[in-house]
């Protein structure tokens, strides 16, 4: 099947940072054939879509979520999420059964989809239910099974003393094998959409001999790592008790970040750590919009992207809008470094695209328009009064541009959303089952809540 999207505005993302204004960019069989401001005298298209006064883009490329949390909504907003997290939402989480989160991940998926973005890196539990979900509906994903230090129905608790953890090496080592099966069962799975990972929660939830252990069986199976990393002022305070180290000092120490890693929010860094980061080759998902909804520190994405760090773009968990995200990253940014031109438009996209991909290790296969790589795009209809005049597509689309205005969101060639409907899920019968196991789940939080 080829397909020729037409005259709009193509921004490459690629090395050059080219944006070709009236350009042409050529598809076959699920690949970009070409991005030109002329078409190429061999391609005959099967499929011709009218790009005119649109904005093209990579697919947008979301480094760290939670699909599945989607089934929390309300339950977790306006809270101490600190306070909450060790004494409320691992036991909520032990609630969850498979066809939750299916659904949960089926409706974080379409979500997804719905604002532009063509592929996540999810880390959860069930994750089987959640790569059948995204094998489903079409989304790219990458994918770990969530590993945790205890078992979850025994999970962390406050103390006079502080948080015991309740760690349980047997627990944890069923729950590692759990993730390596995962992860060789899916890997390449949907036409090579979902890769896979192995994903240790965070630096606090686990100990050093179940670091040291994942850090063996991860380089045996030669497996990428996706974890929490020093997320809350309460993680590095434990590390720092544990260990006498920073979380970054101690992953490098107990010899993780021998694998490419992943770290989500890093917020609570010091310097020689950003350091041991750019060392290690370990890159960054940067949260804003959850991080500020719990009022956090602002992550010093500015020192370590000045640093070389790779940083790229998540939203973690309950939605997906990773426009609104690159926007805020920008906006909180310049308010943190006094900068007004911090991170301007084309490089807070770049974190949700070429970056985003370099952070998962995809960039030979996404987060940029090149001939040869999947085409995973995003067009943009900015015909609309909020992003006229257009003067700067691209400008107008990342300070007053929303989700609303997405016409297409295409993954390996194929459109998945037009704007209005999907192609591979019927929206309404998807919120019917998500409201379904909600109600489900929500019984027995109330269950758990009298039993307590």
């Known amino acids: 099947m080829r397909t020729l999207l037409a005259g709009g505005t193509i921004c490459t993302f690629d090395s050059s940072h080219r944006c070709i204004p009236d350009g042409y960019l050529g598809i076959n069989d699920g690949r970009i054939a070409f991005v030109s401001n002329e078409i190429p005298g061999n391609f005959n298209p099967d499929r011709t879509i009218d790009c005119h006064g649109d904005l093209i883009l990579p697919g947008f490329v979301n480094c760290h979520t939670h699909l599945a949390e989607n089934l929390f909504k309300g339950l977790m907003e306006e809270v101490n999420f600190e306070g909450l997290f060790y004494t409320t939402l691992f036991r909520w989480e032990s609630l969850l059964d498979p066809e939750m989160v299916y659904w949960g991940s089926m409706a974080g998926a379409l979500d997804a989809l719905r604002c532009g973005v063509t592929t996540i890196s999810d880390m959860y539990h069930h994750a089987s239910a959640t790569a059948e979900a995204v094998s489903e509906v079409g989304i790219r994903g990458h994918i770990g099974q969530k590993i945790l230090g205890f078992a979850l129905k025994r999970p962390p608790h406050q103390t006079e003393s502080g948080i015991d953890y309740n760690f349980d090496f047997s627990a944890f080592s069923a729950q590692l094998d759990a993730a390596v099966e995962f992860a060789s069962a899916w890997a390449g799975k949907a036409d090579g959409r979902i ?27 030669g497996l990428r790592i996706h974890l929490h990393l020093a997320q809350m002022a309460s993680e590095r305070k434990a590390i720092l008790s544990r260990e006498g180290m920073g979380c970054v000092a101690f992953l490098e120490d107990v010899g993780l970040l021998d694998r490419p890693v992943l770290g989500a929010h890093a917020i609570f860094l010091d310097e020689g750590e950003i350091e041991i980061l750019r060392r290690n080759n370990v890159s960054v998902a940067h949260n804003p919009v959850p991080n500020a909804r719990d009022a956090a520190v602002v992550a010093p994405i500015d020192r370590m992207q000045n640093a070389g760090v790779t940083v790229g773009l998540g939203t973690d968990a309950f939605e997906m809008n990773l426009l609104n995200t690159a926007r805020f990253a920008a906006l909180i940014s310049r308010v943190h470094t006094g900068q007004p031109d911090y ?4 490089d807070a996209l770049a974190m949700a695209t070429i970056e985003g991909a ?11 328009l090149e001939a040869g790589k999947c085409a995973d795009i995003v067009v943009f209809d900015l015909s609309s009064l909020n992003t006229q005049p257009l003067d700067d597509p691209l400008k107008n689309l990342f300070y007053y541009g929303d989700v609303s205005n997405i016409k297409y969101t295409i993954v390996n060639g194929g459109i998945v959303y037009d704007g209005r409907n999907f192609s591979w899920a019927k929206e309404s019968a998807v919120k019917e089952e998500l409201k379904r196991v909600s109600i489900k789940l929500r019984s027995k939080i109330q269950q758990l809540k009298r039993g307590a």
Do not use: V, W
């Open 195 to 221: 890769t896979t990972c192995i994903a240790p929660h965070a630096t606090n939830t686990l100990n050093r001999e179940m670091f040291a252990t994942i850090a063996d069986r991860a380089a045996a199976e």
């Open 358 to 368: 370099k952070a998962l290790g995809l960039e030979q296969e996404i987060g940029s």
């Open 343 to 346: 991170l301007p438009a084309y």
